[in-house]
């Protein structure tokens, strides 16, 4: 009976470690790094940085799409501008909600909120 207590607290310290180890790699603690750890992903682009980035990304999907499936040249042309207009539209969408949330704040909390951003 001894020997059977013995091995089933083994195995139970075992899975739960297991358990532990696989929720420590699940949220980016351990051997991997999350990209929010970085400082690299806080730093403020310029506005020319930021379209540079967004065209980089735009042209990865429209060569990575052309490859997989067989775009002809006008076709990538078409997919580029539909997804430039839809970054634009992210754009304005993104200003508009800000705009909606700086109207329903009072000054003190435009003035949390800004000190909350920068932190």
Same mark, same amino acid.
């Given at each position: 009976?001894?020997?059977?207590?013995?091995?089933?607290?083994?195995?139970?310290?075992?899975?739960?470690?297991?358990?532990?180890?696989? +929720?420590?790699?699940?949220?980016?603690?351990? +051997? !991997?790094?999350?990209?929010? +750890?970085?400082?690299?992903?806080?730093?403020?682009?310029?506005?020319? @940085?930021?379209?540079?980035?967004? @065209?980089?990304?735009?042209?990865?999907?429209?060569?990575?799409? %052309?490859?997989?499936? +067989?775009?002809?040249k006008?076709?990538?042309?078409?997919?580029?501008?539909?997804?430039?207009? !839809? %970054?634009?539209?992210?754009?304005?969408?993104?200003? @508009?909600?800000?705009?909606?949330?700086?109207?329903?704040?009072n000054?003190?909390?435009?003035?949390?909120?800004?000190?909350?951003? !920068?932190a």
């Amino acid at each position: 009976m001894k020997k059977l207590t013995t091995l089933v607290t083994a195995i139970v310290l075992s899975s739960a470690s297991f358990a532990v180890l696989a +929720d420590s790699h699940m949220y980016g603690k351990g +051997d !991997k790094k999350c990209h929010h +750890d970085s400082k690299q992903y806080y730093q403020k682009l310029s506005l020319a @940085e930021r379209q540079a980035k967004m @065209e980089n990304r735009i042209n990865f999907k429209v060569e990575r799409m %052309a490859k997989r499936l +067989d775009l002809t040249k006008k076709q990538q042309h078409k997919l580029k501008q539909i997804l430039k207009n !839809k %970054a634009e539209k992210k754009r304005e969408l993104y200003k @508009e909600t800000k705009q909606q949330i700086h109207n329903i704040l009072n000054p003190e909390q435009i003035k949390k909120m800004k000190r909350f951003k !920068k932190a």
